[in-house]
């Protein structure tokens, strides 16, 4: 159906063509395939935005080796929880791909920690120690002997010349992933499915009526022209802009929340030279100050069937919560129950705005040194200035109304279950699958037993409590 008003009710609205939309669509194509479906997105094409595949990292997050899910040694539950959610998302994609030929979007690529100096070493050698306890990382190995990292990664070691503390953990299950690919295929295959999926379709309202149903209206892009949707339940998978869209929708969960938007830049290299010598992603320690998705690393990546690596991020900062957004899109979600909340958050984050003044000061030089603390061996004429995805923090107040900063993935659900939105970033995309599931539960509770054993089949960890 291609006008753009119609009176026909739809039982689902997906707004944004990222990951999480085509992640839902596919699972309810799935559990009710007669149900009529439509996915909205602004741009000309499905993945544009920080699903693209140079828009993130490309790390399949299962907890191996991001240090920032463990800030405690000795308490490995949140890198477990994400292992656990990360196994369902790829028993999700191998049943979806058992029917449908799918593309070449995951790659092994074995996930490591290189961290230097006294304090950090005996931090990796206590978080190892924690994790090796579970069954989910029991596998992994840990070594201090500069030889066996540069067996693990030789660029790590070459050229190096201080004699300080090194360590380095490795994990060979971990994973680099073409998110764009996924997603395009995902939205392909809800497309053929019988989803109606419109692009340069942006939402600009959000109208809950008296009988239940949304009201979904916006601008064809293409055409200029107004549209209007009805639709039983919605689903606000719009990135950067989730904030703004569920508080036009007045969704009272939202009441108090903010976003602080952070871009990244990468240094990349093709270099086939230099790609052929580095097969794995290594994670290292966040700078003081610096936020937990700014943890440096050093990866493999392989996109369209070719191999780069990539070092980053360097965090840039822009008002736009898009990277194909509006100067205007921050001041937009600024309300007067969110301003205090935005202060005090600034206020309670001194020190990361002032690492962001440094990264945003920050040479090429300076960029290119960070690598070399990594890889001591880079020449500069290899690597490239890359501009990444933009992502919106969420800020939310806590119990006295002053802002707190999360650098997690937050789902918000309407009181009513008609509506819901997702918020945040990493680790998002890789455990999509399992974030849905929980929307289910809490937006659809009737259906629960008629889906089950449809479920099951899709994720077989989930009848032991995997979510």
């Given at each position: 159906m291609s006008d753009n008003?119609?009176?026909?009710?739809?039982?689902?609205?997906?707004?944004?063509?990222?990951?999480?939309?085509?992640?839902?669509?596919?699972?309810?194509?799935?559990?009710?395939?007669?149900?009529?479906?439509?996915?909205?997105?602004?741009?000309?094409?499905?993945?544009?935005?920080?699903?693209?595949?140079?828009?993130?990292?490309?790390?399949?997050?299962?907890?191996?080796?991001?240090?920032?899910?463990?800030?405690?040694?000795?308490?490995?539950?949140?890198?477990?929880?994400?292992?656990?959610?990360?196994?369902?998302?790829?028993?999700?994609?191998?049943?979806?791909?058992?029917?449908?030929?799918?593309?070449?979007?995951?790659?092994?690529?074995?996930?490591?920690?290189?961290?230097?100096?006294?304090?950090?070493?005996?931090?990796?050698?206590?978080?190892?120690?924690?994790?090796?306890?579970?069954?989910?990382?029991?596998?992994?190995?840990?070594?201090?002997?500069?030889?066996?990292?540069?067996?693990?990664?030789?660029?790590?070691?070459?050229?190096?010349?201080?004699?300080?503390?090194?360590?380095?953990?490795?994990?060979?299950?971990?994973?680099?992933?073409?998110?764009?690919?996924?997603?395009?295929?995902?939205?392909?295959?809800?497309?053929?499915?019988?989803?109606?999926?419109?692009?340069?379709?942006?939402?600009?309202?959000?109208?809950?009526?008296?009988?239940?149903?949304?009201?979904?209206?916006?601008?064809?892009?293409?055409?200029?022209?107004?549209?209007?949707?009805?639709?039983?339940?919605?689903?606000?998978?719009?990135?950067?802009?989730?904030?703004?869209?569920?508080?036009?929708?007045?969704?009272?969960?939202?009441?108090?929340?903010?976003?602080?938007?952070?871009?990244?830049?990468?240094?990349?290299?093709?270099?086939?030279?230099?790609?052929?010598?580095?097969d794995a992603k290594v994670y290292g320690q966040a700078d003081v100050g610096a936020p937990p998705m700014s943890v440096p690393h050093l990866d493999r990546r392989m996109v369209n069937g070719t191999p780069s690596l990539m070092f980053g991020p360097y965090a840039t900062f822009s008002t736009r919560l898009l990277r194909h957004g509006r100067m205007s899109d921050l001041f937009r979600t600024i309300r007067l129950r969110n301003a205090a909340v935005m202060v005090t958050a600034g206020l309670r984050n001194l020190t990361l705005l002032r690492y962001l003044a440094g990264q945003l000061t920050s040479s090429k030089k300076r960029k290119f040194a960070q690598l070399r603390r990594f890889y001591p061996g880079a020449d500069p004429t290899d690597w490239s200035l890359v501009q990444a995805g933009q992502r919106a923090q969420l800020i939310k107040p806590d119990e006295h109304g002053r802002g707190v900063l999360m650098f997690g993935t937050e789902l918000v659900t309407s009181a009513g279950g008609t509506i819901a939105g997702l918020l945040g970033a990493s680790p998002g995309a890789s455990i999509a699958p399992a974030i849905m599931v929980e929307l289910l539960e809490r937006c659809f509770p009737d259906r629960q037993d008629s889906w089950a054993s449809a479920l099951h089949d899709l994720m077989s960890d989930l009848s032991h409590d995997a979510v």
């Amino acid at each position: 159906m291609s006008d753009n008003t119609s009176d026909t009710i739809h039982d689902v609205v997906l707004i944004g063509g990222g990951i999480m939309s085509a992640t839902l669509g596919a699972m309810m194509s799935r559990l009710e395939p007669d149900a009529s479906i439509v996915l909205l997105e602004r741009l000309d094409q499905i993945a544009g935005e920080s699903s693209g595949a140079w828009n993130n990292a490309g790390t399949g997050h299962s907890g191996y080796a991001e240090l920032n899910y463990m800030p405690d040694a000795t308490d490995g539950t949140t890198a477990q929880d994400i292992a656990r959610r990360f196994r369902l998302s790829r028993q999700f994609w191998a049943s979806l791909a058992a029917t449908d030929p799918m593309p070449e979007f995951l790659t092994p690529a074995p996930h490591m920690n290189v961290v230097f100096g006294e304090r950090d070493v005996e931090y990796l050698r206590t978080r190892v120690t924690t994790l090796r306890s579970s069954p989910v990382f029991s596998e992994m190995e840990y070594t201090e002997d500069s030889e066996i990292i540069r067996e693990w990664a030789p660029l790590l070691v070459e050229g190096r010349t201080h004699t300080g503390a090194i360590a380095a953990s490795r994990h060979h299950s971990g994973t680099d992933i073409d998110f764009g690919a996924l997603t395009t295929w995902l939205v392909d295959d809800i497309a053929a499915r019988g989803t109606d999926v419109r692009l340069h379709h942006e939402v600009t309202g959000l109208n809950h009526r008296e009988d239940g149903l949304w009201v979904i209206t916006g601008r064809d892009r293409s055409s200029g022209k107004r549209f209007h949707l009805r639709s039983r339940f919605v689903f606000v998978g719009a990135g950067g802009y989730a904030l703004t869209l569920l508080q036009k929708a007045h969704v009272d969960e939202v009441r108090g929340y903010a976003v602080f938007p952070v871009g990244a830049q990468f240094l990349r290299t093709d270099n086939p030279v230099v790609v052929a010598r580095h097969d794995a992603k290594v994670y290292g320690q966040a700078d003081v100050g610096a936020p937990p998705m700014s943890v440096p690393h050093l990866d493999r990546r392989m996109v369209n069937g070719t191999p780069s690596l990539m070092f980053g991020p360097y965090a840039t900062f822009s008002t736009r919560l898009l990277r194909h957004g509006r100067m205007s899109d921050l001041f937009r979600t600024i309300r007067l129950r969110n301003a205090a909340v935005m202060v005090t958050a600034g206020l309670r984050n001194l020190t990361l705005l002032r690492y962001l003044a440094g990264q945003l000061t920050s040479s090429k030089k300076r960029k290119f040194a960070q690598l070399r603390r990594f890889y001591p061996g880079a020449d500069p004429t290899d690597w490239s200035l890359v501009q990444a995805g933009q992502r919106a923090q969420l800020i939310k107040p806590d119990e006295h109304g002053r802002g707190v900063l999360m650098f997690g993935t937050e789902l918000v659900t309407s009181a009513g279950g008609t509506i819901a939105g997702l918020l945040g970033a990493s680790p998002g995309a890789s455990i999509a699958p399992a974030i849905m599931v929980e929307l289910l539960e809490r937006c659809f509770p009737d259906r629960q037993d008629s889906w089950a054993s449809a479920l099951h089949d899709l994720m077989s960890d989930l009848s032991h409590d995997a979510v």
